[in-house]
């Protein structure tokens, strides 16, 4: 069965500071992945997503970098945090058009 | 543009009740339609999908999608407490890798 595996769970990072958040997915292979942040209260944001290595799909001009450097492998990078750029941080995984997204568990990012 | 639109509650139902909730789309041509449920503090899941016109029942979950009129709904049926949560509605077109979601409806079941 397929798994996706994000981390860290929570974050706290000082203004300016780097950022870096992995995502694994495991029993499949070419899946499509995806980054998404929810503010607190709020919807889904889709930031980037990436239908293949090295692919990367930006959705919103902003603070941050996706790259897949491998097949089930998708990162999400800052060089300098923002405060507006806290919030619940989701990766994603489709694969053929019928099946939905499967969501890992997120990680919640505080910037102080 | 694609859209797709939510009532963002909260709908309030007692404990028992049917629970309706209903999602909106922006254009024809559409393929899957998801929904999600999102406990607070937790990463969205999948709970019901619907590609065809009509029921699709799923124990007390039933999606229901009509595309000549753009929506889809999902019944709750015997509404329970732990089923309190936000219910996100997610659309996935022809010829596009993303899904669009709504932004949600917080549904609070009361005992």
């Known amino acids: 069965s397929q798994t996706i595996h994000q981390w860290p769970a929570t974050l706290v990072q000082p203004v300016g500071s780097p950022l870096s958040l992995e995502c694994t997915v495991e029993?499949?292979?070419?899946?499509?992945l995806y980054w998404y942040r929810q503010a607190a209260g709020r919807g889904l944001q889709l930031l980037f997503y990436?239908?293949?290595?090295?692919?990367i799909s930006s959705e919103v001009p902003q603070n941050l970098s996706a790259s897949r450097p491998q097949d089930r492998q998708f990162i999400l990078s800052s060089k300098k945090l923002l405060l507006s750029d806290s919030g619940f941080y989701l990766c994603?995984?489709?694969?053929?058009?019928?099946?939905?997204?499967?969501f890992g568990s997120g990680t919640r990012l505080t910037v102080v | 543009q694609k859209e797709v639109e939510q009532n963002s509650g909260p709908l309030s139902v007692p404990e028992g009740a049917i629970a309706s909730l209903n999602c909106t789309y922006s254009?024809?041509?559409?393929?899957?339609f998801f929904w999600y449920r999102q406990y607070s503090g937790k990463s969205p899941e999948l709970i019901m999908s619907i590609y065809s016109n009509g029921d699709k029942e799923d124990g007390r979950f039933t999606a229901q999608l009509n595309k000549a009129s753009q929506y889809v709904s999902l019944l709750i049926r015997d509404s329970q407490p732990s089923d309190s949560a936000t219910y996100l509605c997610?659309?996935?077109?022809?010829?596009?890798?993303?899904?669009?979601f709504g932004s949600g409806t917080k549904l609070n079941v009361k005992p």
């Open positions: 029993g499949t292979s070419n899946p499509n």
């Open positions: 997610a659309v996935k077109w022809w010829g596009f890798n993303k899904f669009y």
């Open positions: 990436s239908v293949g290595i090295g692919q």
């Open positions: 254009d024809r041509g559409s393929q899957s």
């Open positions: 994603a995984w489709s694969g053929e058009a019928s099946y939905g997204y499967t």
